[in-house]
């Protein structure tokens, strides 16, 4: 093998004296690539390990033809197993079943591409090098990906795009595109976001937001804790970050009426020049408690009827109105529950009952499932 190795490839080279571990370059496509090949010291190519990058390795996965010309020395020394265990080894990450491949230049074209733009942009590439992550940080530091979806036929037909953001991601393609194009493209949607973001960082890290568990860059709802059973939830537009946000205030009658008050007396207060955290703290008069004041579970409460926090993803967000109880249950729990009481009454799409805890009468507004269903 050595000496054919040599004659064939003579960029690669022996190792060691007992001839065990090559190494060195191969040419695929005018591109050289590192290879190195173990063999166990009996020469049994059965166990030859071979090690290469993936560009390599997937370069070999279409084109062991190629490699072939330049490295097959098995008709030559009289072992038929030699070449035959070694493009098994190099095939071994083929897909079963995957005919489909895309022609040379498609693999040239993507490597040339990504050597432009840089590889430690890629995040991540697919076994078939149809789909990668490419990392973008915009100028506050926050880290984004868009994963790029190639066509066959690429660069010709436009690939798809897609990524964390609360607005439709706009990134245009013309036949002459390339990936370092698309990167500064997705680098102004996430720039035209900043703003966005700098409201909704300031608010996950100042208050305890109770929803979404664990916001993602395109989630533009949070539900703020206000007080134990109190919280407001609020949409912000993505397009006008700063303007008065969609707010619902939820809780106990008792607390929320007069916060809806503050809020529908002050709202001409608001001002686009502030942050919403600051606006929504000035015109509601109240401080939000913040993870230096208050403990997480002192606003977690659990359903009074089934007694956990979360119901698959719901959380409590009903309460007895009665002052001296404001016990939170869910939604789907305080309608069972009134509805198996001999003394409920529905009228419409609210069920009266009593609170579980004091016996006072509680309603319950039945959501639109529920009325279909029952
Ligand atoms: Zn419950
Ligand atoms: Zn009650």
Known sequence: ??????????????LNKEKTVY?????????????RISLPPDHQM??????????????LHGYQHIVKQHMSPADRINDSHYELVYYQEVALKSQPGC????????????????????WDKLLFIDAEFRTLKLKAEDSAGRQHAIAVKLKSKYPTEAPEFSADLPVPLV????????????????LLNVEALSEFWSVLDEIDEQTWVLEPEKPTKADSMRRIAIGNNVSIKVQIDPRHP????????????????????????????WNPDCSVLQNMKDVLEIEFPSPTTHEKSSFSVECG??????????IPDQVCNDPRCGQPF?????????RGLPTSRQSFSIVFGECPYCSKVIVNLITKTQQTHN
């Open 1 to 14: 093998m050595s000496c054919l190795l040599m004659r064939e490839s003579p960029m690669i080279i022996a």
């Open 23 to 35: 190494d060195g370059f191969i040419t695929v496509l005018e591109k050289d690539f590192r290879i």
């Open 46 to 59: 059965k166990q030859a390990k071979l090690h290469c990058c993936w560009q390599m390795k997937r370069l």
């Open 99 to 118: 005919q489909s491949f895309s022609p040379p230049q498609y693999y040239s074209q993507l490597i040339t591409e990504m050597e432009i733009l840089g």
């Open 171 to 186: 990134i245009m393609w013309t036949s002459q595109s390339t990936l370092a194009n698309v990167h500064s493209q997705f």
């Open 242 to 269: 700063k303007m008065l946000p969609e707010c619902c205030l939820l809780g106990a009658e008792h607390v929320v009426t007069p916060l809806r008050n503050k809020l529908n007396a002050n709202m001409h207060l």
């Open 305 to 314: 009827i089934c007694y956990s926090y979360r119901l698959e993803s719901a």
């Open 330 to 338: 869910h939604q789907v729990c305080l309608y069972e529950w009134l």
